[in-house]
């Protein structure tokens, strides 16, 4: 009876806990297009990304942290490159 009741008070933990834990990302991440057509996310922390579209058709996409700034495209080869 004891390892039922211990089995029990077990599993009301451990489900409680889950309960606690979020099971989506809490970065409030906003995304919409500006009046270029282009792509921009924005989350509460101010960092930001925008996607265009370059003259090939390929998307280009910038990040901006704040302190740091950084550009992905696809390369020749069909590869996402980010520098």
């Known amino acids: 009876m004891k390892k039922l009741t211990l089995t029990a008070i077990v599993f ?3 489900f409680g806990v889950q309960l606690l834990i979020p ?3 809490e970065a409030r991440i906003t995304c919409k297009y500006d009046y ?3 792509y921009v996310c924005t989350d ?3 960092n930001r990304s925008s996607t265009k ?3 090939w058709g390929n998307d280009v ?3 901006n942290n704040g302190q740091k700034r950084m550009s992905c495209k696809t390369d020749y080869w ?3 490159v980010c520098n």
């Open 36 to 38: 270029w057509g282009n």
């Open 23 to 25: 099971n989506q990302s």
């Open 12 to 14: 009301t933990i451990f």
């Open 61 to 63: 996409t910038t990040f």
């Open 78 to 80: 069909g590869n996402y």
């Open 53 to 55: 579209k370059d003259y």
């Open 44 to 46: 509460s922390g101010g």
